[in-house]
């Protein structure tokens, strides 16, 4: 590849950086903002928990077909059409918010229909970034993605959502839709002719033609069981989105006054910031340090890792509490862009999308038990006792499902091919 074909590659993955930098700013604002709103709508918390229900379904609902999706069309092509439709969505609330026409329910519905679309982004963008980069570059392209994620979603999105919802639900939306016209503005600006894709025995457009979405799904649930690296590295981030998820439901309990540790409120939004930005950090440095440490070795050693970070908050002073969230934070970013990598370099590119949201429908499908769950085993044994538990579960899922790393990719992913990505129409 010519230095010209190297800067132009830069430049366009800079483009595309600022595009999951705005719809990061768009998704955490959502997160924080759209509870918020719903408050502003009904005092019902029947009609609260819809809201929250609404904005989860999406990843188990949609992530399968958002794969399917983004390995039948050109995965730029799909994050295109799915930013466009989740701002006429949210414009769309916006217009019956302003003619006072946003029941609870429709609002609900609506919330969905922006989770949905924002489900086929993520998937298609995991899609994109090794269309987009050459493949010694992986780590560090997934590593800064990452990074920016975090930064929006936990970060700068959460920070400006209060001031956000100040302004009504009309004003809100039509804020959080001008950052997804960003997105969708940047994603536009990127040529197709820009993506590429590896050699493979099939295109995944033609293979588009021949076989039936129902296929195509099977085809990918198919080749994600028969890898049992990728199906073991599955279970180990469910695993971890699982103590995850039920850590963020019932730490409060724990830290925030009249908790043991006895902090305030503000004092705690400033813990998980600073846990959030040491994993921003990790996400930047994270090619240097698998530089250092095998890739392979990392994950055999990440769960434990996990647990003795996990078990250091059973200790009731800030100081090893705030030790063990970072570290956590950072083992999970690491983990992030290792894993994601990996299934970059070694699931063929016709079947990367439908493995990849298979992948991540099991990995995240399990927050929503693990929350509901956390609340009710630390009313029985206490928060101590949950957190021990999460400590032997991550143990125990190391040594009774250990990870192994294909030692050699597959030869038709070791060298991109040099050709461009012919636009299909969906």
């Not at 759209?34 to 949609?62: D, E």
Request: positive net charge; contains cysteine.
């Amino acid at each position: 590849m010519s230095v010209h074909d190297t800067v132009s590659r830069g430049r366009t993955f800079s483009v595309f950086q600022g595009s999951v930098l705005a719809a990061g700013a768009g998704d955490g604002i959502t997160r924080v903002g759209l509870p918020l709103l719903a408050l502003t709508l009904t005092q019902s918390p029947t009609a609260i928990g819809l809201v929250t229900a609404a904005a989860w379904l999406p990843w188990p609902l949609v992530a399968i077909p958002a794969g399917v999706l983004s390995d039948r069309f050109p995965p730029l092509r799909v994050m295109r059409i799915t930013e466009v439709l989740r701002v006429v969505a949210i414009l769309a609330v916006v217009f019956l918010a302003l003619a006072g026409l946003l029941p609870i329910w429709m609002f609900a519905v609506g919330v969905f229909v922006i989770g949905a679309t924002g489900v086929v982004c993520d998937i298609a963008s995991q899609a994109a970034v090794p269309r987009l980069v050459d493949q010694p570059d992986l780590t560090r392209a997934n590593g800064r993605v990452q990074s920016i994620q975090m930064g929006t979603v936990q970060l700068l999105g959460p920070a400006v959502a209060g001031f956000v919802v100040a302004l009504g639900v009309a004003g809100a939306l039509g804020v959080l839709s001008l950052t997804y016209v960003v997105s969708a503005v940047l994603l536009f600006a990127i040529p197709l002719t820009a993506t590429r894709t590896a050699p493979g025995p099939t295109d995944p457009d033609s293979a588009a033609e021949k076989r039936s979405p129902l296929r195509e799904t099977a085809d990918g649930f198919v080749y994600f069981v028969r890898r049992p690296d990728v199906l073991k590295l599955a279970a180990h981030a469910a695993a971890i989105n699982f103590t995850f998820i039920g850590l963020m439901t019932v730490l409060p309990l724990w830290v925030v006054d009249p908790g043991p540790l006895g902090m305030t409120t503000g004092a705690y939004g400033i813990l998980w910031t600073v846990i959030a930005a040491g994993g921003l950090i990790a996400g930047l440095v994270a090619h240097r340090f698998f530089e250092i440490v095998p890739e392979r070795l990392f994950v055999r050693l990440c769960l434990p890792a996990f647990a003795v970070s996990v078990l250091l908050l059973t200790i009731p002073h800030v100081v090893p509490v705030a030790i063990g969230l970072t570290a956590f934070g950072v083992l999970l970013m690491f983990w992030n862009v290792v894993t994601i990598t990996y299934r970059q370099r070694t699931v063929p590119t016709e079947l990367f999308s439908r493995v990849n949201a298979a992948y991540r429908w099991l990995s995240w499908s399990v927050m929503p038990v693990g929350a509901a769950l956390s609340g009710t085993v630390a009313g029985l044994a206490g928060v101590q006792g949950l957190i021990v538990g999460y400590t032997v579960l991550l143990v125990a899922m190391a040594v009774v499902l250990p990870p192994r790393l294909r030692t050699s990719e597959p030869a038709e992913r070791t060298e991109p091919a040099e050709r461009t990505e012919e636009p299909a129409s969906p």
